[in-house]
Each structure stands twice: as structure tokens, then as C-alpha cells.
């Protein structure tokens, strides 16, 4: 069965009348991982902000897990920087398919976004990285079992084949690097793993990680990554580490703890996005 573009773009006719998209015409998008809800409400103050529930938007699915709200916001980053921010995302693990996941982001790009910062939590595996820390996605290990790009390709929206040999955009990377400094928050550079969850991995899993190069597990991003990918989207992600991958210490890990430490680090890691996008937009 072929894509139904036109599910994407009744989708995209819903979110442009309902917001001011038409005027603010953002080029860049955010996809906030749990616990940046501080980010999301400094865009909800916006003066153009409109915010929409996915539940409204037709042909969009709603989030079951907590902390991930769902919804989509279109506004003013700092009253300057026009952006549209998904706050809240789909997993694999809550029973969607990899194309229901992935549908949001087709979405962005018919309303014409080029640039798309992916944030999430992840369990720290890289030597001396700790809770706390950010990592920028330099490029990522899909080991999710299932790419959304499989079926029939529809050439409208990209390749049949992509290549992802530069997956994630160095220049962003640079900036993100910028950002961190400025507000003094450890920025590494590493490689992601993705895994479907919802368990958490096990200290055999995470040591195989390890010794294959990865630097953070997670259980999102690397499909959005490859659809935005797809489309010639140009991705920046960045990793929120909320705690020692399995093994790695003697806690167990607990979805609370990964909150728990999201939240801590969520104000700086919100003037890191924002420092980001004012980076992006300065670029033309
Ligand atoms: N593993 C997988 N996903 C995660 C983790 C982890 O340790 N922490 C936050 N998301």
C-alpha cells in the first residue's frame, strides 16, 4: 500500500488553519523529549502561540505515557524565533508502528520544515558520561529491529534508498556545542543506540552496547531521524542522560529517576534549545 499523502496534508491544512503558521512561516521544529515542558510553556507565552492537542489534529495519535503530553505548539521562541515544538511523542513500545511513530514528522515537513532538533532521554554508557549531561547525537546504531521507511516509497516524499552517512548535521552539533558552554552544561558528542522498551536493558545488553560504540540508549529519535532523513530534513539530536545505563552502577533504574533527572536539568536544557534555534535562525 502506498503512503497517503493526503492523510498528511489534511493534517497539515488542520494545524495551518488553526495557527499562525501561514504568517510565521518556521523553517525549524522541536521534538521535546519527557520532562521539557519548561521549554514548551516559554513557547506557550509567545505571543502568537497557539497550541493544539494531537488528539484534535486529524490523523494524529495521541501519547498513553507520563510526561509526554502531546501536543503541538506553533508560536515565537524568546518573541523572535518563529518554531513549531511537538511537546510529547510515540513509541514503539506503546504499540504503535513504526509509520504511526514517524507521521508527525511527514507532517513538518509539508509545513515546510527544513530543520528539526530531536531531544530525549537516555542512559548514559560512555566512559565519564553521568546523569545530568547532554549528549549531541553524532550518529546513531537503529537496533530497534524496524526502519519506517519499509513498504512501498513514495517518491513524492523522498528516495526508495537513503543515505544516512550523515545523519545528523554537523553544523548543528557545533552550535549545540556553543550553547552548553554558554550555559555551562556538559555537552558530549556521542553515539545513540536505539532499543524498542519498554524494559529497560540488562547489564549483558548494555556491555554489548558498549563494545559496539554506542554512548547512550534510548527508545526513541532514530526512527524520526530517518523519516526526517527521508524528506532532506536536516536533524540535530540531542540526548538528556538521566541516568547510568544498566551495570553501570549499583541503582536500579527506575522511570521516576529518569524524570527526576530530566527535571533537574530541564531549565538549562531548555536555554540550550533556545540558543540553538537563535544559532539556526542567524544562519541566513
Ligand atoms: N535505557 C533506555 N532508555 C532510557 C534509559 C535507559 O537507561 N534512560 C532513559 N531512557
Same mark, same amino acid.
Given at each position: 500500500?502506498?503512503i497517503?499523502i493526503?492523510?498528511?496534508k489534511?493534517?497539515r491544512?488542520?494545524?495551518v488553519?488553526?495557527?499562525?503558521?501561514? /504568517?510565521l %512561516?518556521?523553517?525549524?521544529?522541536?521534538v521535546?523529549?519527557s520532562?521539557l515542558?519548561?521549554? #514548551?510553556?516559554n513557547? !506557550?507565552?509567545?505571543?502568537?502561540?497557539?497550541?493544539?492537542?494531537?488528539?484534535?489534529?486529524?490523523?494524529f495519535?495521541?501519547?498513553?505515557?507520563?510526561?509526554?503530553?502531546?501536543?503541538l505548539?506553533?508560536?515565537?521562541?524568546?518573541?523572535s524565533h518563529?518554531?513549531?515544538?511537538?511537546?510529547?511523542r510515540?513509541?514503539f513500545y506503546?504499540g504503535?508502528?513504526?509509520?504511526?511513530i514517524t507521521?508527525?514528522?511527514?507532517?513538518?515537513?509539508l509545513?515546510?520544515?527544513?530543520n528539526?532538533?530531536?531531544?530525549?532521554?537516555?542512559?548514559a554508557?560512555?566512559?565519564n558520561?553521568?546523569p545530568g549531561?547532554?549528549?549531541?547525537i553524532?550518529?546513531h546504531?537503529?537496533?530497534?529491529?524496524i526502519?519506517?521507511?519499509?513498504g512501498?516509497?513514495?517518491?513524492?516524499l523522498?528516495?526508495?534508498?537513503? /543515505?544516512? %552517512?550523515h545523519?545528523?548535521?554537523?553544523r548543528f552539533?557545533?552550535?549545540?556545542?556553543?550553547? #552548553?558552554?554558554?550555559? !555551562?552544561?556538559?555537552?558530549h558528542?556521542?553515539?545513540y543506540?536505539s532499543?524498542?522498551g519498554?524494559?529497560y536493558?540488562?547489564?549483558?545488553e548494555?556491555r554489548m552496547f558498549?563494545?559496539?560504540?554506542?554512548?547512550?540508549v534510548?527508545?526513541?529519535?532514530?526512527?524520526e531521524?530517518i523519516?526526517?532523513r527521508?524528506m532532506?530534513?536536516k536533524?540535530?539530536?540531542?540526548?538528556?542522560l538521566?541516568n547510568?545505563?544498566?551495570?553501570?552502577?549499583?541503582?536500579?533504574?527506575?522511570h521516576e529517576?529518569v524524570?527526576?533527572n530530566?527535571a533537574?536539568v530541564a531549565m538549562?536544557?531548555s536555554?540550550?534549545?533556545?540558543?540553538?534555534?537563535?544559532?539556526?535562525y542567524?544562519?541566513?
Amino acid at each position: 500500500m502506498q503512503i497517503d499523502i493526503n492523510a498528511f496534508k489534511e493534517a497539515r491544512d488542520f494545524i495551518v488553519s488553526n495557527t499562525a503558521i501561514k /504568517d510565521l %512561516s518556521p523553517h525549524t521544529a522541536v521534538v521535546l523529549g519527557s520532562g521539557l515542558s519548561h521549554f #514548551a510553556d516559554n513557547l !506557550k507565552n509567545s505571543s502568537y502561540a497557539k497550541v493544539i492537542p494531537f488528539k484534535n489534529i486529524p490523523h494524529f495519535s495521541s501519547s498513553t505515557v507520563e510526561g509526554h503530553s502531546g501536543e503541538l505548539i506553533v508560536g515565537k521562541l524568546t518573541n523572535s524565533h518563529p518554531i513549531i515544538a511537538m511537546s510529547g511523542r510515540l513509541h514503539f513500545y506503546e504499540g504503535y508502528n513504526a509509520k504511526t511513530i514517524t507521521n508527525p514528522i511527514r507532517v513538518l515537513s509539508l509545513l515546510g520544515i527544513k530543520n528539526l532538533i530531536l531531544t530525549n532521554a537516555a542512559g548514559a554508557i560512555g566512559d565519564n558520561y553521568e546523569p545530568g549531561q547532554l549528549m549531541a547525537i553524532k550518529d546513531h546504531i537503529n537496533l530497534s529491529g524496524i526502519n519506517p521507511l519499509i513498504g512501498p516509497n513514495n517518491p513524492e516524499l523522498g528516495p526508495r534508498f537513503v /543515505d544516512m %552517512s550523515h545523519a545528523y548535521e554537523p553544523r548543528f552539533i557545533e552550535y549545540a556545542l556553543k550553547a #552548553a558552554e554558554q550555559e !555551562k552544561i556538559t555537552m558530549h558528542q556521542g553515539v545513540y543506540i536505539s532499543v524498542t522498551g519498554p524494559s529497560y536493558e540488562t547489564p549483558a545488553e548494555i556491555r554489548m552496547f558498549k563494545s559496539m560504540g554506542a554512548d547512550a540508549v534510548g527508545m526513541s529519535t532514530v526512527l524520526e531521524t530517518i523519516v526526517a532523513r527521508h524528506m532532506g530534513i536536516k536533524v540535530l539530536g540531542i540526548s538528556c542522560l538521566t541516568n547510568k545505563a544498566a551495570g553501570l552502577s549499583t541503582n536500579t533504574i527506575t522511570h521516576e529517576e529518569v524524570m527526576e533527572n530530566n527535571a533537574k536539568v530541564a531549565m538549562r536544557f531548555s536555554s540550550v534549545l533556545e540558543k540553538i534555534v537563535a544559532q539556526i535562525y542567524a544562519e541566513k
